[in-house]
């Protein structure tokens, strides 16, 4: 069918062939105009341009660098890559993925560093502590 598009408020519609050139009445703003059929819209871009897939990586590392951070270098590494992807993704059409994957990197990154500092600490309080009196040791004395 056909493809027409109101002169007035530039409202598509489709007619019959036969209705071609002939009066026909706007559905939205009731203009009666003469049916011409119009060229098709042209077709979106599949691709969303180029830095879709570094604002989508770094979304993904972003994500993966929270879901990793305890494990103290893990999540440092995907947080590294993930702030490397999304300043990567800022000059794409998908930029809020990429703002996402930033903001998600950086907070796996501080996660991260706060784990290493946390078993650094803990590491370093595994000393030995001095036997009671009575020769027993004090509960967790051999550390964590």
Do not use: H, Y
């Not at 706007?26 to 203009?31: P, Y």
């Not at 770094?58 to 490397?84: E, I, Q």
């Not at 796996?108 to 078993?119: D, T």
């Amino acid at each position: 069918m056909p493809r027409i598009e109101c002169p007035v408020c530039g409202t598509p519609d489709r007619v019959e062939a036969r209705d071609l050139g002939k009066e026909w009445e706007c559905r939205r703003c009731r203009t009666a105009f003469a049916a011409e059929e119009v060229a098709p819209p042209p077709d979106r871009p599949t691709n969303d341009g180029p830095g879709r897939g570094s604002a989508v990586s770094s979304l993904l590392l972003g994500l993966g660098s929270v879901l990793a951070s305890p494990c103290c270098g893990a999540g440092a590494v995907f947080a590294l890559g993930g702030l490397v992807s999304g300043f990567g993704g800022l000059r794409s059409r998908s930029r809020s993925l990429a703002v996402f994957g930033l903001v998600l990197s950086t907070v796996g990154l501080v996660l991260s560093i706060g784990a290493i500092a946390f078993w650094a600490i803990a590491a370093s309080a595994q000393q030995e502590l001095p036997a009671r009196p009575d020769g027993t040791r004090p509960p967790f004395a051999g550390g964590l």
